[in-house]
């Protein structure tokens, strides 16, 4: 029954991942998973008029840790509500059978993140094993230098190649235009906090130094005070420690 269910890949072509692999994907994709919720936003650049459309199974993050930007994709495409949840919040609650029962031809995975990586073994045999193209892409370790070449992957993937070059060509005029103004002025670089899940809990502080919205901040010039007490892409800092040791700015998101 699964092998009925599941779309053949024998007939498909070859595209390289974020991670190196080079993985056969069908000639059209018509079913896929994601995993992390927070990848809709760049389903949504690519299919405009409708990003659910291909969406059997997503997990269930962001409507947790984004309620409002959840629920405006939610009353513009109501069949959200009815795409199947393959897991929660975080990576060890992805559930394999959820994910092949859902019947996908391709899932799309984080190379580090909350949901499946590089690291779940388990998870990636088990999905090859049912006829599962896994493709790994990359918002969050690297975002300026991995947005573009994950857009033109899922360009590429998706069919939906002229829209990937036609943002691809708009985010880059705009980091031009910060990185080329930053050059001209030659501003005193401050000193900044970045806190994470702004008002989702009341614990204080978490943060984010050598990944996601990390990297903009050393990009824009500031220098992130949380550098040397974080060893990766982010922590927590105690608050007394944020009091003894203000920022010039505090960036909350």
Known sequence: LLALLLPSLASGRELVDLAGRKVSVPDKVERI????????????????????????????????VDPIS?????????ALDAVKRIG?????????????????????????????????????????????????????????VNTPKSMELLGALLGREAEAAEFIAAWRAALATVTDRLAAAKPRPARVFVESRVGLGTGCCETMTRGMMGRFVTAAGGVNIADDLIPGEAGVVNLEWLISNPPEVYIGT
Do not use: C, K, W
């Open 88 to 144: 929660r919040n975080t990576r060890d609650t992805f559930s394999i059978e959820q994910a092949i029962s859902a019947a996908p031809q391709v899932a799309i995975f984080g190379l580090h993140g909350h949901g499946p990586d590089t690291r779940s073994g388990e998870v990636i045999r088990a999905l090859e094993a049912a006829g599962v193209a896994i493709v790994f892409i990359d918002f969050r370790s690297d975002p300026l």
């Open 33 to 64: 998973i994601i995993g992390e919720g927070r990848h809709l936003p760049a389903l949504a650049i690519l299919d405009r008029a409708d990003p659910v459309a291909r969406l059997v199974g997503m997990m269930g993050d962001y409507e947790a």
């Open 70 to 78: 959840y629920q405006r994709y939610r009353e513009r495409f109501p």
